[in-house]
Every structure is written in C-alpha cells, then in structure tokens.
C-alpha cells in the first residue's frame, strides 16, 4: 500500500503543472530563438556587404578592418555560416590589372599591349571573372614578346581573396540562450510525459498484484 500511495503522489506532482503550460512555453522559446537567429543571420550579412561595398570603393585599409569585423562577428554568434564565404572579386581585379601594368613593356613596337588587350575584352564582360582574365590572356599572346609579359607577371592567388569564416555550433548570446531554454522545455515534456506513463504502468502493474 505504501508504494501504491508512493506512485499516486508522485503522478499528482508531476501532473500540478500541465502539459499544454509547457507547450506554450516550447511555442513562446521556439519563437524566441527563431527570431534571435534570424536577427544573427542578417547581422552576418550586413557585415558581408560592408567588406563588399568596402572591397568595391578600393580601400585595402576599410576592407581589412570590416573584415575583421566579419570575422569576430561570425566566430561569436551562432548561425553565421557564410556558406561559400566573401569573396573580394574587384580587389582581385584591380592587384591582377597592377601586375600586368608593372610587367608590361611600354617600349614593345607595339605599344602597352596590355592596354590593348583590357581594350578588345572590357566591352565583352561586365563583370570580372576567369573567362574575362582567359580573354586577356588570349588577347596578349597575340602580340610578339607577350610570352614575356605574360610570365613575368606576378599574379595574385586567387584563392588569397576568398574569406570563409566559421561560426560555432552554440554562443553565449539571446539566441544561444533562447535554443538553449527551448531544448530545456522540449526535455522536460519528454520526461513529464515518459514519468506519467511509466508510473501509471507501475500502478496498474501493482494492482495486477493484489
């Protein structure tokens, strides 16, 4: 008698707060935390325009600093992720056209070839992109001592520019702490639940007994 009285107040406790109340506590947390890391998504982005919009002005200075603020922003705040990362095309553009200007021979019988060359491709590509530096290169070759031009240009590592920084699984911010309550709650229906079912079996399993 005394387990079966045991099991009795063990279900009135665990049944004094209600299911449907830590329901809309889950409904109310998950709410919180989709907004919270929605809010740390678009703060991601708007610092990822900012290196962009910096990188597009062409100061090396600005870009360096708004990517650091990516970078510690990014590192800090959960759901982040950058996907394929920022890339700083025109920064790219800009150091490949200084090496082929510093590489290029104004004493060529043909004049600054490589002038020639940004000439017959710019009008063919609005943006900047490999088929644009293929276009240059193919427009160089045509021309003699181009071989010379072409290897003596130091061209910048295309991979160099491209930025990929990683966000952690969980941070110590409102969303991170609003996830966190939300697993709490969603916890404590399993067990609340898995409880009430498993001393209801014991009971029924104690009157089996008797």
């Keep these: 008698m005394a387990d079966k009285r045991s099991i009795k107040h063990s279900i009135k406790q665990l049944q004094r707060i209600k299911t449907w109340q830590l329901v809309i506590l889950l409904i109310l947390a998950g709410f919180l935390s989709a907004t919270f890391l929605r809010l740390n998504n678009i703060g991601m982005v708007q610092r990822r325009t900012a290196v962009l919009n910096a990188d597009a002005v062409g100061d090396n200075e600005k870009t360096q600093n708004r990517l ?115 697993i709490v709650i969603f916890i404590m229906i399993i067990v609340r639940l898995a409880s009430i079912i498993l001393l209801k079996l014991l009971l029924r399993h104690h009157y089996k007994n008797i």
């Design 68 to 182: 650091y603020d990516l970078q510690r922003y990014v590192s800090s705040h959960m759901n982040t992720d950058m996907d394929k990362g920022v890339y700083l095309k025109l920064g790219y553009k800009r150091d490949v056209q200084t090496a082929y200007i510093n590489a290029a021979n104004d004493t060529n019988p043909n004049g600054n070839i490589y002038k020639k060359a940004q000439e017959a491709c710019a009008p063919r590509f609005s943006n900047w992109s490999y088929e644009y530096i293929q276009c240059t290169t193919d427009e160089l070759a045509k021309y003699p001592a181009s071989n010379d031009l072409i290897n003596s240009a130091k061209l910048p590592i295309a991979d160099s520019y491209l930025h990929v920084f990683v966000s952690p699984l969980w941070s110590s911010d409102f969303a991170g702490w609003s996830v966190l309550i939300f």
